[in-house]
């Protein structure tokens, strides 16, 4: 089983970018279909990306299409989240988590690996 480390959030202006990446531990990243989610203060856990582990597909939510990319890079044992456009809304703990073998899906039940979060504020 995986453990997950991110890092790379902080604080933006809004229009401005971050990248955050998620590094895991473990020989068998490559199998492991990842994703992001997100948790502002009293809100629900949200989905906002995933990649499959087959082909390194990307599912992404609709609030982040077209302005989050989500990639891996195998050999790193890594994904990252690249976040263009930032809005306030987007202010959140960002969490990577995985699932072995596991098909896109947004419903972070399906996930059973998570990691502690980063902190990500976009201010207006």
């Known amino acids: 089983q995986v453990q997950l480390v991110e890092s790379g959030g902080g604080l933006v202006q809004a229009g401005g970018s971050l990248r955050l990446s998620c590094a895991a531990s473990?020989?068998?990243?490559?199998?492991?279909?990842m994703a992001w989610f997100r948790q502002a203060p009293g809100k629900e856990r949200e989905f906002v990306a995933a990649?499959?582990?087959?082909?390194?597909?990307?599912y992404y939510a609709d609030s982040v299409k077209g302005r989050f990319t989500i990639a891996r890079d195998n050999a790193k044992n890594t994904v990252y989240l690249q976040m263009n456009s930032l809005k306030p809304e987007d202010t959140a703990v960002y969490y990577c988590?995985?699932?072995?073998?596991?098909?896109?899906?947004?419903?972070?039940?399906?996930?059973?690996?998570w990691g502690q979060g980063t902190q990500v504020t976009v201010s207006s």
């Open positions: 990649i499959s582990w087959a082909g390194g597909i990307p």
């Open positions: 473990g020989r068998t990243f490559s199998s492991y279909t």
């Open positions: 988590a995985a699932q072995l073998r596991g098909s896109l899906s947004a419903r972070g039940t399906q996930y059973y690996t």
